[in-house]
């Protein structure tokens, strides 16, 4: 066997393994990526856009405002980049520095469906914005 295709074909296994391995799909990323940069800048207007219907009725509900209203009062912390994010057919989990949300794709694209999430050990993530 030639060393050249020995090459390419290492290179074709790495390549293939490297992108198995990718948790990162850019679409829900940049959604939670999008929703924390805007409760950072306080556009609330903008991470209610960025919420599912129900997590957006829920913030509504539960603080008798609009959601414009009432987002910017969850105690939704700061969060950086989406450091991991593993996607379940329409349903991701982003992790990033300071927080955890899950998110839904909608046909208008990635929604937030919670945010503000600790971990509970072997229990369901507890999280304060919730739909």
């Known amino acids: 066997m030639r060393p050249w295709f020995v090459g390419v074909v290492i290179g074709a296994i790495v390549l293939a393994v490297?992108?198995?391995?990718?948790?990162?799909?850019?679409?829900?990323?940049?959604?939670?990526?999008?929703?924390?940069?805007?409760?950072?800048?306080?556009?609330?207007?903008?991470a209610c856009g960025l919420l599912a219907p129900q997590t957006r009725h829920e913030v509504e509900q539960s603080a008798q405002a609009s959601c414009s209203a009432a987002i910017l009062d969850q105690d939704i912390p700061a969060a950086g980049s989406v450091v991991e994010l593993r996607k379940?057919?329409?349903?991701?989990?982003?992790?990033?520095?300071?927080?955890?949300?899950?998110?839904?794709?909608?046909?208008?694209?990635?929604?937030?469906v919670?945010?503000?999430?600790?971990s509970q050990?072997?229990?369901?993530?507890?999280c304060k914005v919730k739909g």
């Open 18 to 46: 490297s992108s198995c391995g990718s948790k990162l799909p850019e679409a829900s990323a940049a959604a939670a990526d999008r929703f924390y940069h805007a409760i950072a800048v306080h556009d609330a207007a903008a």
């Open 88 to 112: 379940y057919g329409t349903e991701a989990y982003a992790r990033m520095h300071g927080d955890t949300a899950f998110l839904a794709e909608f046909g208008d694209g990635w929604k937030i």
């Open 114 to 118: 919670a945010a503000a999430c600790t």
């Open 121 to 126: 050990d072997q229990l369901p993530y507890d």
